[in-house]
């Protein structure tokens, strides 16, 4: 009989393994049980000969509502009164999703302005050119 590494699965700190489990394995980790954060996924395999391994997965866990911020960005620096728009919305679960209040509005990117100006002096330009042809 061919014997298998085990897997040990940890959160974080904790000395206690979330699950003890032999290789290979499908392991389905529940994040709501985290409070939202940064979190680190130790996992040490032990091989039947006693070598151990071990790999750190740091990941960060969002379960609660979303929460999107217009007008000011993060380390920003700022100056005078800055209007800022402030949008929370739940997701549901992962078998509804909650569509009210889960769109935050924008406002309109300033490259946008940009493109649409190019693109109406790119019109002007044309129909002055194509005209200025049929003239003669």
Do not use: C
């Not at 790999?55 to 009164?81: M, Q, Y």
């Not at 569509?99 to 002007?124: D, K, V, Y």
């Amino acid at each position: 009989m061919e014997e298998k590494s085990k897997i040990f699965l940890f959160i974080d700190d904790n000395i206690t393994p979330v699950a003890e489990l032999f290789a290979p394995v499908n392991f389905e980790l529940d994040t709501s049980k985290l409070v939202d954060g940064k979190h680190l996924l130790k996992i040490v395999s032990k091989d039947p000969q006693g070598k151990e391994g071990v790999r750190l997965i740091p990941f960060e866990v969002r379960n609660g509502p979303s929460i999107a911020v217009e007008g000011i960005k993060e380390n920003a620096i700022v100056d005078g009164k800055i209007p800022i728009m402030i949008n929370a919305y739940g997701k549901g679960s992962q078998k509804n999703f909650l569509i009210s209040g889960s769109e935050s509005p924008q406002s309109i990117p300033f490259w946008i302005f940009i493109l649409l100006i190019l693109f109406i002096a790119w019109t002007i330009y044309y129909f002055t050119t194509s005209s200025a042809i049929n003239l003669f």
